[in-house]
């Protein structure tokens, strides 16, 4: 009997703290931007996606310890195959190149690796796909981010003169030496600084000859900033430097969000539901993790087609995640995803699996 189903999760994500990160080609300096859809901001799939898999590696990794006494068993080529589907051995690319007509293959081939190791199917490499589907979280409305301004850092001695008399009076004239220094450097600089963005932006009208010119005179602008700081004994970083402004997805915002595993088997359905009970237990995705940004709960209902021949999805279960953990409620007479579970477990312990074979 084919147990394999492809199970559909649909729900959201709330933020309990602002949701941001950092994509390539984002816009980042005074002002950093999310990703958008249209004119909404979104959390990208990769990165959930990819917090996941590194705690799905750390749940396999785990396994393995305890059943060596504690002792590693990975090594680096395999921790970073599991951990990020990369190839660190050339002669393992090389082997697999050859034997591969395209640069990914269809979830039911490659059958015998998948049974061995269910994380490398769950989450692929180059030339297999993964059967994870993640998507993306959205947000529903232009106003469910915003920029968070970042201020300025402030002065150790100003938030506690006190610690002034911890130096020796050198170390004391030292630290006013160069917070004088950087006074007068900010102040010339700043300048500088308007001068070159006003450059910068008649370059946008300017011709190619034209354009030329003004290249040359913001090379020499930018000279003359570093020439600034490098005449700096040191410290040449301001102390009390700008910090730059972030945009994020506000906290209290619900994200649509959806995601399926595809022709999954009990095991890596039961994998994939613990790695979510990991990531319950610290549920954070996304940057600046310092102030506390990324806290997130979650909830989702988890759909499939019982039988071959069913016109219409069928809900099995839901999945919430908050402060209290993780929260699996089975809806199935047979307990279709509590015996995923224990089937993971009952797997993985058996050392039957094999997490070190990926090709």
Same mark, same amino acid.
């Given at each position: ?8 999760? =649909? ?11 950092? +994509?390539?080609?984002?816009? =980042?300096?005074?002002? &950093? ?16 996606r990819g917090a996941?898999?590194?705690?799905? &590696?750390?749940?396999?990794? !785990? ?28 002669? !393992?690319?090389?082997? +697999? ?30 030339? +297999? ?31 506690? *003169? ?9 170390? =004391? ?10 006074? #007068? ?7 500088i600084k308007k ?38 004994? #040191? ?6 430097? *700008? ?22 088997? *009990?095991? #890596? ?13 610290? *549920? ?10 990324? &806290?997130? &709960? ?62």
């Amino acid at each position: 009997m084919n147990l394999n189903r492809t199970y559909q999760f =649909v729900g959201h994500l709330t933020t309990l703290e602002p949701l941001t990160v950092t +994509l390539k080609g984002a816009t =980042v300096g005074k002002t &950093h931007k999310m990703p958008r859809n249209g004119d909404l901001g979104y959390f990208p799939a990769s990165s959930f996606r990819g917090a996941l898999r590194h705690l799905a &590696h750390k749940l396999v990794n !785990d396994v393995l310890k305890a059943q060596n006494d504690g002792q590693p068993v990975l090594d680096l080529p395999e921790m970073l195959m599991l951990a990020q589907g990369y190839f660190v051995k050339k002669e !393992d690319m090389e082997q +697999l190149s050859k034997s591969a007509k395209s640069t990914s293959t269809p979830v039911d081939q490659n059958l015998h690796l998948r049974l061995q190791n269910p994380m490398i199917s769950l989450f692929g490499r180059w030339g +297999l796909n993964s059967k994870l589907g993640m998507g993306s979280a959205y947000t529903t409305r232009i106003e469910d981010t915003q920029v968070f301004h970042g201020g300025a850092r402030t002065v150790l001695f100003e938030r506690s *003169p006190e610690l002034l008399d911890d130096l020796t009076s050198d170390d =004391v004239d030292r630290f006013y030496s160069f917070i004088a220094a950087q006074a #007068e450097t900010s102040v010339d600089v700043s300048e500088i600084k308007k001068e070159r963005g006003a450059l910068v932006k008649s370059l946008k009208t300017a011709t190619n000859d034209e354009k030329d010119a003004i290249n040359a005179q913001i090379n020499d602008l930018d000279a003359q900033i570093k020439a600034r700081k490098d005449s700096e004994v #040191e410290a040449t970083e301001s102390l009390r430097r *700008p910090l730059d402004g972030i945009e994020a997805i506000k906290a209290g915002i619900e994200l649509k969000h959806r995601m399926a595993i595809n022709d999954a088997n *009990p095991v #890596e359905l039961g994998l994939f539901l613990t790695t979510l009970a990991k990531f319950a237990r610290n *549920p954070r995705l996304g940057g600046n993790t310092k102030l506390n940004f990324g &806290h997130v &709960h979650a909830s989702w209902t988890i759909s499939t087609w019982l039988n071959e021949d069913d016109f219409e999805l069928t809900e099995i279960g839901r999945v919430s995640i908050d402060d209290s953990g993780i929260k699996i409620e089975d809806l199935t007479d047979e307990g279709l995803l509590k015996n995923a579970i224990e089937d993971w477990k009952a797997a993985s312990s058996s050392g039957k699996l094999n997490f070190k074979q990926y090709i």
